[in-house]
Each structure stands twice: as C-alpha cells, then as structure tokens.
C-alpha cells in the first residue's frame, strides 16, 4: 500500500541519515612496536607517514596495553582489562583461547550500531573452532592468519608437528593466496580494497600488521634503506617498520581518494612493547614481557578528518588502556556498552571507560585513575603491576628490566632478570622511566597499593584450559 511504502521509505531515510552521522573508524595496530622504533621518537626510522599523522593528530601520551601479543587483543576486542580475558595464553588448539565466545565484542557492538566491519591480518584471539573465527565474532569479512607468528613471505608456521599454511580468508582456507606477497602488503591490499568498495554504511576496518613481530623478515628494497645499520635483525626490525609505514599511507590515500576522509576517525597504536633482540623502547625500561613501561606504554594517537580541527597537533597525558576503546567507540556510535550477554553467562563485565570527552578536551583528567596490568593469583601469576594515580607498583619477577640506549644493540640490549618480590614502587610521573624504587622511602603508599592489588587479583579471570606450547606431541 502507499502507506507502507512511505514507512518504508522514512525508515530508509531514518538510518541513512543515523549512518551519516556516524563516523568510518581504522584501527592500525602494529605488532610489537613497542615505543621507539618509528620517526615519533627515533630518527633512525624512516617512517614519514606515521610521523606526519602522530604530529598532525592527537597523541595519546599514557597509553597502556598487555605485556604481549594475544592478551592485548582480547582487551582491546572485549572492553576487559587483560586479567578479565583470558590474561594467560592458552595453546592456539585449546578450547578456551582469546576471547570466550559468550563475551560480545567490539564489532559485534559496531554492527548492531549498522557499520560493515572487516579485518585483515593477525587474529590470535582463539581458533580452536570454527566459532572462533573473525568472520563469526562480528567481522563481515576477514583475511590473515589465526595464530601468533609465521613467515611473512610464505604464511607458513612450522611447529613441532611441521610445517603448515596459517592463511584464512572468511571461513575457508585462503587458498591460492599464501605466497604471493610480504604479508603486510596482502592486508594492506584488503584494507585498500574494502575503504574503495565502502557505500551507504559506515565501516570499521580493524588492520593488524604482522610486522614487526619475528620472524624478523622484510623486502629487500626496504632492508637498502638502512646501509648503516649492520646488526641484521635491528636492520630488518626498521625496514618492517618502513613497509609498515608505506602501507600506512596506501591506506590514508584510499581514504583521501575515495572522499572519506573527513568522515574517518584512524587509530594507531602498537600491542606491546617491543622486543629486546630488535626493537627499541628508549628511554622506557624493560621489553616485551615485562610490566615495566618498555614492555606496556606503547605510542597512539588519533588522526582523520573526523578528529575536530582544534585536537589536531595536540598531547593528550591522561592514562588510557587499550580496552577503553570498547566503551569509547560504542558511545561515539550510539550503542550501550554494556555486555548483557557474557552478564547472562556469568562473565566479568566490560572495563571499559568511556575516552572520548577526554580526547575532546572536554575533560582535563582522564577517568581512568588505575590501571591494572597483570594480576591473579599470586601462586600462578610470577609477576605483576598496578598503576594507580602517579604511582606503579611492580610484583614478583619481571623477564627484562634493563634500561634501553637510543640505539641498539648496546649493553643493555641483553634482558635483565628483576625481582621485585612483594613490591617496587615508582613515581612514573616524575620518573616515567623507573629508575628509583621508593618502595622504602613510601611504605604507606607502598601498602595501600598491595592491598588495592591483593583485591583486583580476587577478580581474575581465565577460562579453563591449559597453557602448554603449540602442537605438543
């Protein structure tokens, strides 16, 4: 009837206009960046692209993630702290991995909100089953590999029972396409692809980079561009780096070209700190695997047309974890954050706090006053951290403290063992770079940060399932 067809068509009209309304978001997570390996704060790089957004957007100057890879992506999927989700890396095969498939993740939130949401890269947030799959977490679309790490030229991963393809597109094996190109370019490619195709609806596209994870592997023409450098895996960790950032401006040019631009909200940051054998993290102590600043404050910042124009070139200092983009994005796009399904199933609720009047400005703090980085039961868990106000409390043994150089290989590039016991405490306001413990000279603060750590680690949470190397025999 003409009545129906004028509901339908002011219905049309309704969410054309509600899409509209409602901005593209990229997020580019680099694998294993950790904080001085690009032109940011390292002139040894060569990565202008990323330069010129970090100066030209808002850098986000307090930023935290998970010490390593997988934990970090549960968060930043889930809206959890780390020790909510699964802080514990279980077997790639074991049931239980990533994220439990009764949490509701970020793109499942973003198409309930209407968007179109892809991914390409690496995963490595369950794959035990089928049900695992990005395709089948909220992603329309996906390409990459499911695990931790394989060869970037090939897509292959060997492990104890061989050599097999790692390599998906969607449900199926990605067959034909392993071995074409550095891997890197392949997601790139997808990403260009998928902003060019994008019509009608807003689109998430989740880009996660396999460099500069090892195998420390990169084209020649990028290893050419550092003559100087003659430690081959630092030279092969900076060309990953300057792959990784043409691909970054590929991307940007898409959104440019394509008119999108203006419309676009892009998200950078790495996962973890970056490793002690190729990367650097001066002047913050520690790497990857720590819970020292090296191995958890990474670089971010915000870019795109979508940022208003007087947060562009400016600093943001307030602390912010990686699992606050939960709350943030499903606010910015008008969807409740919380996560009625895992509630239902008796799962911990999202973390998340909600950034955006932060990165506005319309805040001057930010809401997060702590951040827990790793906590549970001190038994199973051999090392810890809580940042709370100025001050970061460090438990038990921590894999690498060593103080970094602006150039590696140095003396400290070798990981130095350090344990903390009960607790180190540091300023890291006035001494970001965790030089002093004044865990003898505070003990009151020194205590009521253990007995605030004591209780978070009550809250821990780690699906059943055990932890034991890939592909045991």
């Not at 990028?222 to 630092?234: S, V």
């Not at 401006?249 to 898409?254: D, I």
Request: net charge negative; with cysteine.
């Amino acid at each position: 009837s003409t009545f129906t067809m004028a509901v339908l068509l002011l219905l049309m009209l309704l969410t054309a206009s509600s899409c509209a309304d409602k901005p593209n978001i990229v997020y580019l997570l680099v694998d294993d960046m950790g904080y001085a390996n690009t032109e940011i704060n390292n002139p040894e790089a060569i990565t202008p692209n990323i330069k010129t957004l970090a100066a030209s957007g808002l850098y986000l100057d307090r930023y935290y993630v998970y010490r390593f890879c997988s934990p970090t992506r549960s968060a930043f999927m889930s809206g959890r702290l780390p020790m909510h989700v699964n802080q514990e890396n279980h077997d790639p095969t074991e049931p239980g991995g990533g994220v439990p498939l009764n949490m509701t993740t970020l793109a499942n939130k973003l198409q309930e909100a209407g968007y179109d949401t892809h991914m390409a890269g690496k995963w490595h947030l369950g794959m035990s089953t089928v049900d695992r799959l990005p395709i089948n977490r909220g992603f329309n679309s996906s390409v990459g590999y499911l695990s931790g790490a394989e060869d970037h030229f090939t897509q292959t991963r060997g492990t104890n029972c061989g050599k097999h393809v790692d390599l998906w597109r969607d449900r199926n094996p990605a067959h034909g396409e392993n071995g074409t190109e550095f891997g890197d370019f392949l997601y790139g490619h997808e990403a260009v692809q998928r902003i060019t195709q994008a019509r009608d609806r807003p689109f998430f596209f989740y880009l996660a980079f396999q460099s500069m994870h090892g195998p420390v592997q990169a084209p020649q023409k990028y290893l050419d561009m550092f003559p100087n450098i003659t430690y081959a895996p630092r030279k092969g960790a900076m060309a990953m780096m300057a792959a990784v950032d043409d691909v970054i401006g590929n991307v940007t040019q898409a959104l440019k070209a394509s008119g999108q631009w203006n419309n676009t909200l892009v998200i950078f940051s790495s996962d973890n700190g970056g490793p002690e054998d190729h990367a650097d993290n001066y002047p913050l102590r520690g790497s990857k695997g720590s819970d020292f600043e090296g191995g958890t404050r990474v670089n971010a910042f915000l870019n795109g047309g979508y940022l208003p124009n007087d947060r562009q070139g400016k600093v943001v200092d307030g602390y912010m974890h990686i699992c606050d983009w939960y709350a943030t994005l499903c606010g910015l796009v008008g969807v409740d954050p919380t996560d009625h399904t895992a509630k239902a199933s008796g799962l911990p609720p999202i973390d998340s706090l909600d950034m955006w009047p932060m990165i506005l400005g319309h805040n001057e703090t930010s809401p997060r006053v702590e951040i827990p980085l790793r906590g549970g039961p001190v038994a199973d868990i051999p090392g810890s951290a809580l940042i709370s106000g100025n001050y970061k409390l460090v438990r038990g043994t921590q894999a690498n403290g060593a103080f970094p150089a602006p150039q590696m290989p140095n003396a400290s590039s070798s990981p130095v063992s350090v344990d903390c016991g009960k607790g180190c405490l540091f300023d890291i306001i006035d001494d970001p770079n965790e030089h002093n413990d004044i865990s003898k000279q505070h003990p009151t603060i020194l205590a009521k940060l253990q007995a605030r750590a004591a209780e978070l680690d009550k809250t821990y949470f780690q699906s059943k399932g055990e932890n034991k190397p890939d592909c045991r025999s």
